[in-house]
Each structure stands twice: as structure tokens, then as C-alpha cells.
């Protein structure tokens, strides 16, 4: 089945020590986003890539950056985290803007991060 | 995007129809109004969407008034698989984006 795959679905990371959290998609969709979600709030929106044009939201810290390789794969890169980045991290994809965003979001299952 | 509202939880029985409402008063003509839903621990998943009509599929119905200003989400025959945070959000289909607000928590009960 086409989907959203987030790896992993855990993870612990160290006070300012990097990661990554990935996300692929088998929906060739051409819009990947990166959702942060904290502990009984909704998802808030960090950035998205359109193709490869990047689009970051204006209240999205500096900490947080993101990489696209190709169509199928998109990265979170968390330079130094604090102990307030503990979240679920959620991933999604559309198929495009205009009248594809009719046909929805597909998000993945997440990967929670706990900062320690 | 327009901002919507939303009762922060709600009950409903087992078997009887939920009734999920939201207003978007200051929604503007091009935007369309969102319905998406979250099962604790699992990404938020695409219910239904709509314009200025009613619509219906096979999850869910949607109710628009005539002045846009507010929608209700309805589902018909609600079971315990249903409770979740039900999120209304208003966006265009130009580029918009969907921003959530703080959803509706619906708990379904025996």
C-alpha cells in the first residue's frame, strides 16, 4: 500500500546532541511537511518542501532544518536540542497545491522524540 | 488562514449520531473548510472537506451554512473506534496550508 513512513518510531536523544528523523513516501506526492506536535496540542506546522523549493514557517526556530534528497525521502534535522523540543514529530505529503489540496494530507504515524 | 473554534471535548453514545460543530466566521470566499481526525498516538488522518454544499461520504457528512460562517461535522452512527480530537480547519486550495487549532476532543461511550 502507498504510504507515509516515519523511522524511527522512538527516539531518545541527549541534551544538544544532533538527530535526524526521516520520513519516506510511496505516493510520489510533490509536498512533504514537517508537522511538531507537543503534548496535548495540536500539530503545528514547521516547514515544507514544494518539489525542492523549501518553505519554512516564520516562528520556526534556527534549530530545526530540513533536507529533501530526492522525491521520495525528506529529513528533520534537529542541530542542538533542548529539552523543550520533546515531541511527536509528524511527517506528511500532498499531492500539490491548487486543487490537489482536495485530495488531502496523507500524514505518517510519527516518530516521538524525548530529549534527555 | 481563517481561524476557527471548536468546544475543546464533547461525549456522544455509542451508536448515535456525533454532531461536531465549528465556526469560521471570518472565512473567506476561496477557502474551504477541512475536517481531519486524530487517534491518540497516530497521525492526523483526512476525513472530509467542503466548499459551500453539503457533502457526504463514506465516513462522514459535512454542513455548511449559507453565510460559510459556520459547519458541523455529523457522524452518523458513532462507535468507540470514532473517539478522537477532531480538528476543523479553513484553508484555500491555492497554496494554502492547513494550520490546526485546538480541535475537539470526542469521547464515545457504551
Known amino acids: 500500500d502507498a504510504m507515509v513512513i516515519q523511522n524511527p518510531r522512538y527516539q531518545v536523544t541527549q541534551f544538544g546532541k544532533p538527530v535526524t528523523l526521516s520520513c519516506s513516501q510511496t505516493?510520489?506526492?510533490?509536498?512533504m511537511y514537517w508537522y511538531q506536535q507537543k503534548s496535548s496540542q495540536a500539530p503545528k506546522l514547521l516547514f515544507h518542501?514544494?518539489?525542492?523549493?523549501?518553505?519554512n514557517e516564520a516562528d520556526t526556530p534556527d534549530n530545526f532544518q530540513s533536507r529533501r534528497p530526492n522525491t521520495s525521502f525528506c529529513f528533520l534535522d534537529i542541530r542542538s536540542p533542548g529539552l523543550g523540543d520533546t515531541a511527536m514529530y509528524l511527517c506528511?505529503?500532498?499531492?500539490?497545491?491548487?486543487?490537489?489540496?482536495?485530495?488531502?494530507?496523507?500524514f505518517g504515524s510519527g516518530t516521538r522524540l524525548t530529549v534527555v | 488562514d481563517a481561524k476557527t473554534t471548536q468546544p475543546p471535548s464533547m461525549d456522544c453514545a455509542e451508536g448515535r449520531a456525533a454532531n461536531l460543530p465549528c465556526n469560521h466566521s471570518t472565512i473567506s470566499g476561496n477557502e474551504y473548510v477541512y475536517w481531519y481526525r486524530q487517534i491518540h498516538s497516530q497521525g492526523p488522518q483526512y476525513i472530509i472537506h467542503g466548499l459551500k454544499n453539503n457533502e457526504t461520504n463514506e465516513m462522514a457528512s459535512l454542513i455548511i451554512t449559507e453565510d460559510r460562517k459556520s459547519s458541523t461535522l455529523i457522524l452518523p452512527h458513532a462507535t468507540l473506534r470514532d473517539t478522537a480530537v477532531y480538528y476543523c480547519?479553513?484553508?484555500?486550495?491555492?497554496?494554502?496550508?492547513?494550520?490546526f487549532g485546538q480541535g475537539t476532543e470526542l469521547s464515545v461511550k457504551p
Open positions: 480547519i479553513v484553508s484555500n486550495n491555492q497554496g494554502g496550508k492547513l494550520i
Open positions: 506528511a505529503t500532498s499531492r500539490g497545491a491548487g486543487a490537489d489540496l482536495n485530495y488531502g494530507y496523507t
Open positions: 505516493l510520489n506526492h510533490n509536498v
Open positions: 518542501y514544494y518539489d525542492k523549493d523549501f518553505n
